[in-house]
Nanobody, 126 residues
Framework: QVQLVESGGGLVQAGGSLRLSCAAS??????????MGWFRQAPGKEREFVAA????????GYVDSVKGRFTITRDNAKNTVYLQMNTLKPEDTAVYYC?????????????????WGQGTQVTVSS
């Protein structure tokens, strides 16, 4: 129904930047409006919320640990959401997942998201 494909992960030194992309496709996605979010899961830890953006793009939300360093944006014409990550730290190392919600707002709880991508690895070396 909805396919989400992340890209842009990789290995970067501390202080560097990466931009993640998430391309959405599928008839359900095209017919409906979806808020989008990014989550991450570090080794040995539970998956956590990182950032979310409303369908309109006017509302965003971030976990405190990335505020001022990460920016979530979207291009609805391209069905793509982005996560610009600056001033990366080793503790940002994780698999990053894109998710789509049937909500129009920018939800934070994981259970508000209906569709998930496969994830992309981000590794920040010290």
């Amino acid at each position: 129904q909805v396919q989400l494909v992340e890209s842009g992960g990789g290995l970067v030194q501390a202080g560097g930047s990466l931009r993640l992309s998430c391309a959405a496709s599928g008839p359900s996605f095209s017919r409906s409006r979806h808020a989008m979010g990014w989550f991450r899961q570090a080794p040995g830890k539970e998956r956590e919320f990182v950032a979310a953006i409303s369908w309109s793009g006017r509302n965003t939300g971030y976990v405190d640990s990335v505020k001022g360093r990460f920016t979530i944006t979207r291009d609805n014409a391209k069905n793509t959401v982005y996560l610009q990550m600056n001033t990366l730290k080793p503790e940002d190392t994780a698999v990053y997942y894109c998710a789509a919600s049937s909500s129009l707002l920018a939800p934070m709880p994981e259970d508000e998201y209906d569709y998930w991508g496969q994830g992309t690895q981000v590794t920040v070396s010290s």
